[in-house]
Structure formats: C-alpha cells, structure tokens
C-alpha cells in the first residue's frame, strides 16, 4: 500500500466515498446534454444556463493522475515483447484472465511477495481506470509493462484513462455507410443500458466539484 500512496495513484485513495458510487442517472443526462463540437478529446455540455467542458486537463484535476504526454518508443516497443510477465505472474494462456481472476489471486495469504504489487497495479488499471471490455479482460500490454514496475508507475496513466473514456462520450468516428454519427449517439443514449469504459466516474466527480464551487450563488439566489 505505502508503493501506491506514493505514486500518482494516492489522490483516488483519497476520494471521499460519497462521491463514488457511479450514477448513471447523472452521466446519462449529461451525455444527453452535450454540445457537438469538432473537438475529438473534449466532452461540452450544458449544466444549468452555462456550457461545461471537460478535456484532459479536468480529467487531470479530478483524478490527480499522470497525464503527460506519452513516450513513442516505450508505446512502440512494449506492443512487440513476448509475454514474458504474463509467464511470471500467471499460469495460464495470454488472454484468459479477468480483473476478478487477479483480485482472487491478492486474496490468497501464500501468494509470493513479489507479485502483490505488479498484480494490484494491473487491478487498479485495467478493472478501475482503463478497463476496454465488459468482461474486464486483463490487457497484456499492460502486463508486460509489469516488468519494469518504476516505469509503470510514473506511466501517464492519467491520459491513457481519458483516451479510453471520452470516444464512448461521444459520436462515433467511424459508422457504417449510410449511418449518421449524431443519430448513433442518440440511438445509444435512448437504449435502457449502454456500456462506458474508462474512468467514467471523473465526469460525475468534475461535476460535483462545479457543484461545490457553485454553492455560494445557490445560496445568494435563495436568501
């Protein structure tokens, strides 16, 4: 624990409870307000009488991450190595473990010390900030990223969060022929469920910290 709270990750330690129990009410109704900009990386909306954006930089108050640009070479390199910490850290194929098969596995008293950090770091990003599929996948990039755990931890997990975050916020970039981006948004917004992946909770959170700075006028407003 004292690896985590010394690294970019402390500040979601610190998040109160209240505050993170996802609300899909409240997401759903923003996305639903959204302005369409030729932003690709920016969420606009409306939020009473005024428009709100949420961009990497929001993303980085919130959560408190990492959100630097990202190293090509390192990127470039680690979509090429063997799986050689997937080999280390587990005992099956590449591909065949899930979040909850890791979370188990920290749940077990003999499991050897020196996995307990590399397999919380891989619960933390791929079942809380970067998860990319429903059944939340281990990512074996991600993994072998393990093998040097300094590196991993100053990574811009920050902005590799966003990136996997706001494309669902938004029109979708490629449609199929003859399909309107908007009408596929709003076909995805009217469904009784719907899938986001990342860290949506950064956009409940910047909206109750717009909320708390915005208390003093409700106040005025009322007397």
């Known amino acids: 624990m004292d690896t985590l709270m010394a690294s970019q990750f402390w ?3 610190q998040l109160p409870v209240v505050r993170c129990q996802n609300s899909t009410k409240l997401i759903g109704c923003l996305l639903s307000r959204q302005l369409v900009t030729a932003r690709r990386h920016e969420l606009w909306f409306t939020f009473g009488p005024d428009p709100l954006r949420f961009s990497l930089d929001e993303f980085r108050d919130v959560t408190g991450l990492n959100c630097g640009d990202f190293d090509v070479q390192d990127s470039e390199a ?7 910490m997937w080999n280390k850290l587990f005992d099956t194929a590449v591909g065949k473990l899930t979040v909850l098969s890791v979370l188990r596995m920290l749940g077990n008293e003999y499991l050897a010390v020196e996995k307990r950090i590399p397999l919380a770091l891989i619960a ?14 281990l990512t074996p990039r991600y993994i072998e990223m393990l093998s040097d755990v300094e590196s991993f931890l100053v990574y811009p ?6 990136l996997t975050t706001v494309p669902r916020f938004l029109p979708p970039l490629v449609v199929a022929p003859g399909e309107n981006p908007l009408q596929v948004m709003r076909d995805r917004l009217s469904q009784k469920t719907t899938v986001c992946y990342g860290f949506p909770l950064a956009l409940q959170l910047f909206v109750f ?6 208390r003093p006028l409700f106040s005025q407003s009322t007397k």
Do not use: H, M
Not at 78 to 84: D, K
């Open 78 to 84: 680690s979509e090429s190595v063997p799986p050689t």
């Open 209 to 214: 910290d717009v909320l708390a700075l915005r």
């Open 157 to 162: 997990w920050g902005r590799e969060s966003f």
């Open 11 to 13: 500040g979601l330690f």
């Open 124 to 137: 933390l990003v791929d079942g809380v900030l970067c998860p990319s599929n429903k059944d939340l996948k």
